[in-house]
RNA sequence: GGGCCUGUAGCUCAGGUGGCUAGAGCGCGCCCCUGAUAAGGGCGAGGUCGACUGUUCAAGUCAGUCCAGGCCCA
């Protein structure tokens, strides 16, 4: 924001009457060429006591007494602004009569409502002056001085000028009222300073030549968005865009290939001609424009139609949104083009994804991509911009640096990134969390893995345990989502459902629960083959899923993992798991049995923390629960009664009938009632389970009975040939 | 000012066609374990679903207005 002169001037009519027109910018006044009215607003005829009369907006007439000296005593009725088209203004000093126009743009929040156009200093006034047929008059050299007019203002540069023409419309009785006004003037983006607008002549390209618009906006509908609202985007900016101004007033850059005739002043249409800077492009690439004269760059005897020899150089360079534009060209050779997807930020639907649709458009007829992926924007804890100049970005070099390339990767990943994406450091480290929590529970599956031989030592699908077979088909369940979600680039959702599975549904339920299979049972005891198998099998299925994500911990995990043969060297050559990898036999209701039973253990682990809480046990081991249930609850626990123990990691479970009483809940699976007693014996050394067989066996009288069982069978093993781990 | 987009617990996300006391993970609090240990397990407390107004028997979910924020224009 910024002071600037608030000018109310008057213009005579044809007539006793003046228009009163409001300025910030004094110098664009030598070349106001016409008075822009609103079509549809009243305006009315002011008369102050000397007997002038001001047209002005209704609305502002009020606002108009306020701001200036002007006191207005009487008022005609109002007539709305379309009258004025055509009505003639005298200028208020140079002798040039303006005539009225009509412009929508033309509002009631501030002036007069008649505004000074001056098509030679503004787009909007520009277009104006083109449907009226105006002249573009903007008597300015290159440095901002005017080239013709008053004494007072001529060879001074436009803000030199201000006060000189402010000066001027006093002298000549045409100021009615000067005040200050704050506003946003436009700046240079790079050194600040305030720009001026001046009409000058560019090279465009048409939009309607050869349809261009058109054949753009049926290529739009071809393309695949993500998200969605990207096509309506692209086709209502390109539907509306002006056409391509092309040229660029800078030193250097990419050359506009044109050429003007020394005598005549024509373009060189010669394409022939023109073809031969190609050949110097090739040899000494773009600069060659620059460092050669076109005497030199065209081929010798080119003339111009009217007979001349002698051409000079376009000094104007290419805008570099048509380099940028042409780059899939230069990239994509041969049947690599289309690009299967350009991904980039939102700001590039007017910039690179436009530039290199039109582009394409012009060169091949097509568009150069398949589909378009747009991400948000990059914002800072407070939601704000990551701006170099204000000092809230973040380089990734610096993240990678301090946090490794997979919490970057990470951070990326866990969010949404077709909306704004916010990074702060608070974030990373819950997310640095969620990594470690990930890598080691892949940690704790390749320890429990070391030595097993898929080839030797993996189980057949028959012989897998019922829970292992179910957590595999929970497996190809989560590897069919995760390769949808891949599909529609939804990477958030996959790190997600991941993450999830295992943080739940492996590290704090099923790799707990096979802690006892793993660790007491003998190594080559088909239970405990069974569960490795499954680790195995899922571990090499997760690990691939993530690759994408953890490039360098799934890679780590990959080397590691043991391998079936002809699997891939590296996880990032290895194709994602398909379901049908994970499914082993299991009944539907055997499945729907499994869920039950995780709807039972999470009452079972309420009640045990409640027993925790009032000192009854410690660890989990320590308790027997009494389960009563009722209906198909009882049927269930009753026929899983031998798998309840591990799966509630408890020592003893014992199921009876609920006996009609009244139930606990209502809830589907609900188990009337859940008590929990200390469990009875002794602690086994070996397995910490509680035990009224400890003791028993001579052999080992400080295990209990399964453990003196797999203690039986490891040394029957060892007495064989040795199997492995 | 215009076009497009976003707004659910402290954080990151789920919540087709409107329907039980809005879910998850992390973080946080408390507890347990010590054979994943610079680990592991459990329980718990956290949300007027940006605001308001409508449509409906019923709205996080539909419509409108507004607020906050983002990109691009003016």
Redesign the pocket.
Known sequence: MEEAPNLKVKRPGGGEFYALVWTTTPWTLPASMALAFHPDLEYVLAEVEDGDVYIVAKGRANAVQEETSLRFVKFSEPVLGKVFEGAKFKHPFLDRIEPGVLAE?VTLEQGTGIVHTAPGHG??DFYTGQRYGIDIYAPLDDEGRFTEGLPEYKGKTVFEANPFIVKLLQERGALVGEGKLSHSYPHCWRCHNPVIFRATEQWFIDLEHDKLRERALDEIAKVKWF?A?GE??MR??VAERPDWCISRQRFWGVPLVVFYCEKCGELLKDFHALRNVVKWFEKEGADAWFTHSAAELLPPGTKCKCGATAFRKEKDILDVWFESGSTNLAVLKGNLWPADAYLE???Q???WFQSSLLVAMGVRGHAPFRQIITH??T?DAD???MSKSKGTGELPAEIVEKWGADLLRLWVT???YQ????F?E??VA??A??Y??IR??F??AL?NLDGFDPARDAVQDSQLQEMDAWMLYRTGELVEKCRAWYDEY?F??VF?AL??FL??D????Y??VL??RL??FARRNTARRSAQTTMWRITSALVRLIAPILVFTAEEVWKLLPRAAGDAPSVHMALFPKREELVANVAPDKKRNWESLLDVR?QA??K??EA??SKLI???LEARLEMRASGKTLDLLRSYASWLPQLL?VSQVSVASANGKSPASS?ANAVDEIEVRHADGKKC????NYSTHVGENQTYPTVCERCTAALAEIERSGNAKSGGA
């Open positions: 743009y787009a909007e998200p609202w309506e985007r209502k900016m930020g939102p700001d639907y007017r910039g948000g924007w914002l939601g704000r911009p866990s969010q949404d909306t704004d994406m916010r702060s608070p974030m819950q997310l969390e969620s470690r929590k080691n529970t940690r704790f320890g939804a958030h959702r997600h993450h999830d943080v739940v492996l590290s704090a339920f790799f707990d802690k006892d660790y007491t999470e682990l309420k045990l923390e925790r809480n410690n660890s989990a990691i809830a050394e070996r397995c910490w």
